[in-house]
């Protein structure tokens, strides 16, 4: 059975500080894994990772892959409030679906 | 261009009742799928339709069901519902779901008394 596991389940750090949250899958027929924030409700996209190895940024975060390890990791610096979220993350198969992590509850303090 | 949007945001059923929940994908996005997200179980895929088929399901009862309409739109129904239904159920769009980013609607929030 298809499996994803987040680590840590919850943070919380100060503003500033630099923060690695990881995910590891067990999936069948793997294809990509994806990256979601999540505020309120709505789940909004992050990264789609499918290469091992390339690093894919964007501001202060970043995501890369590693499908030997069947792992991921998502990298904030310099953290701020506005970071506080659930981030999921989601490999896909390629039975249409998204297999998502319970994710990590992070919260940023001022 | 328009996001994913579901209605109605927010329900309350009694148990028993049953229910129909709506989402409309962003234009051009013919794949839509179903997540139910409750606080200990995270988000658990319910199913996929892509141009009116389900192409996957979930491991949820046969209380669960979903359909697509030609023009995307699809519907989940929940009948005889449980105490245990209460959850929020997120919708997702995307191009095809086999290899590409999705995109979710602000979710309807069932609760059941």
């Known amino acids: 059975e298809d499996k994803v596991v987040q680590s840590p389940l919850s943070l919380v750090v100060h503003e500033g500080d630099t923060v690695t949250l990881n995910c590891s899958y067990e999936v069948t027929n793997f294809r990509s894994l994806l990256w979601y924030k999540q505020e309120k409700k709505a789940p909004t996209f992050l990264f789609m990772l499918?290469?091992?190895?390339i690093e894919k940024k964007s501001g202060r975060l970043s995501s890369i892959l590693d499908k030997k390890e069947l792992s991921s990791i998502l990298n904030i610096t310099a953290t701020q409030t506005g970071d506080s979220a659930i981030y999921l993350c989601a490999p896909t198969s390629g039975t249409y679906k998204y297999i998502f992590g319970t994710g990590t509850r992070l919260k940023v303090l001022a | 261009k328009a996001g994913v949007t579901q209605t109605p945001r927010y329900l309350i059923k009694t148990r028993g009742q049953q229910v129909t929940l709506s989402c409309s994908p962003i234009?051009?996005?013919?794949?839509v799928s179903w997540y139910q997200q409750t606080p200990g179980q995270g988000l658990q895929f319910l199913f996929e339709?892509?141009?009116?088929?389900?192409?996957n399901k979930g491991n949820f009862p046969g209380r669960f069901s979903g359909r697509q309409f030609s023009n995307s739109r699809s519907e989940m129904n929940v009948s005889t519902l449980e105490l245990g239904d209460s959850a929020l159920y997120l919708c997702a769009s995307s191009t095809s779901a086999a290899n590409t980013e999705a995109f979710f609607g602000q979710g309807t929030r069932l609760t059941v008394v």
């Open positions: 499918t290469s091992s190895g």
């Open positions: 339709y892509f141009s009116e088929t389900q192409r």
């Open positions: 234009s051009g996005h013919r794949s």
